[in-house]
């Protein structure tokens, strides 16, 4: 059974930093590409933060994060980082880690992604 679990949520203070964990287990994405995603009170869609390709050499992220967020993986122990800086109140949202279920691509959208996490819960406050 496929599972990813995300880590590292919490509550911190806007210009806080947290560093978000997913480990995945039941299956090796070595090669696919890992994501994360975040989905903000009463808001219906979720919104693609960054996304890292199998191999590390391609990185995604969403423009109001560049420069503070940088995602890394570890493909030796599946897993999948997300590491914030200068966290803004409005980046409160449940963050999901997500993986790609197709191989040796480098995938950008929600709907490329077919396995999910439960979610981790950052709250900034002001």
């Known amino acids: 059974q496929v599972q990813l679990t995300e880590s590292g949520g919490g509550l911190v203070q806007a210009g806080d930093s947290l560093k978000l964990s997913c480990a995945a287990s039941?299956?090796?994405?070595?090669?696919?590409?890992m994501g994360w995603f975040r989905q903000a009170p009463g808001k219906e869609e979720r919104e693609v933060v960054s996304?890292?390709?199998?191999?590390?050499?391609?990185?995604y992220y969403a423009n109001s994060v560049k420069g503070r967020f940088t995602i890394s993986r570890d493909n030796a122990n599946n897993m999948v980082y997300l590491q914030m800086n200068d966290l803004k109140p409005e980046e409160t949202a449940v963050y999901y880690c997500?993986?790609?279920?197709?191989?040796?691509?480098?995938?950008?959208?929600?709907?490329?992604?077919?396995?999910w996490g439960q979610g981790t819960q950052v709250t900034v406050s002001s």
């Open positions: 997500a993986a790609d279920r197709a191989a040796l691509r480098f995938a950008l959208e929600e709907g490329e992604f077919h396995y």
């Open positions: 039941g299956h090796t994405f070595s090669s696919n590409t």
């Open positions: 996304t890292i390709q199998w191999d590390s050499k391609r990185r």
